[in-house]
Antibody, heavy 121, light 107 residues
């Protein structure tokens, strides 16, 4: 049974970097035909896809255009996890952040439990 | 980006009612559409993938159909446990995009 366990701080100061981790059990971070995505939800934006990382002979990343320049998604094969870093945060980045597995035709079939992140001084 | 227009934004049916939620894509996405159920404090749950395929373990009262760029999620007999917000999502092309959500409040 695949499970995703998220961790990270729930409060980040403006201009600092938001960092979250998603630990994967029951699957491999470098498995073929799956990707590990980050999605957030806020009242103003609804569900918003942020980016992904996946392995097909080498590692690839894709990021949502509005996030480019601020976002970094990394894989950690030693600990079988993925991480999200979002720099220069503002209150607009306040949201529930989710990691999710994109499994080919099955779309996002497994989700983490979500992390509420508030950007405030 | 592909826009997903979902309607209605809220529904207040009674237990046992047939519920229909619609999602329209701004351009062709073939069958690459998923439906999710989201309850407060929980992770979204995949219900339907590839427009009409039922995810394993999901009750058969949920079904999905496609007509061109219009997609429909139907709950044939609403149950109290179906109180949630439902989202559509296209995965035909990047960036993946979601509908605005339909909140189902049981009357």
């Amino acid at each position: 049974q695949v499970q995703l366990q998220q961790s990270g701080p729930g409060l980040v100061k403006p201009s600092q970097t938001l960092s979250l981790t998603c630990a994967i059990s029951g699957d491999s971070v470098s498995a073929n035909s799956v990707a590990w995505d980050w999605i957030r939800q806020s009242p103003s934006r609804g569900l918003e896809w942020l980016g992904r990382t996946y392995y097909t002979s080498r590692w690839y990343n894709d990021y949502a255009e509005p996030m480019k320049g601020r976002i970094n998604i990394n894989s950690d094969t030693t600990n079988n996890q993925v991480s999200l870093q979002l720099s220069s945060v503002t209150p607009e980045d306040t949201a529930i952040y989710y990691c999710a597995r994109k499994n080919g035709v099955f779309a996002f079939d497994i989700w983490g439990q979500g992390t509420m992140v508030t950007v405030s001084s | 980006d592909i826009q997903m227009t979902q309607s209605p934004s809220t529904l207040s049916p009674s237990v046992g009612d047939r519920v229909t939620i619609t999602c329209r894509a701004s351009q062709s996405i073939s069958d690459w559409l998923a439906w999710y159920q989201h309850k407060p404090g929980k992770a979204p749950k995949l219900l339907i993938y590839k427009a009409s395929s039922l995810e394993s373990g999901v009750p058969s009262r949920f079904s999905g159909t496609r007509s061109g760029t219009e997609f429909t999620l139907t709950i044939t007999s609403l149950q109290p446990d179906d109180l949630a917000t439902y989202y559509c999502q296209q995965y035909n092309s990047y960036p993946w995009t979601f509908g605005q959500g339909t909140k189902v409040e049981i009357k």
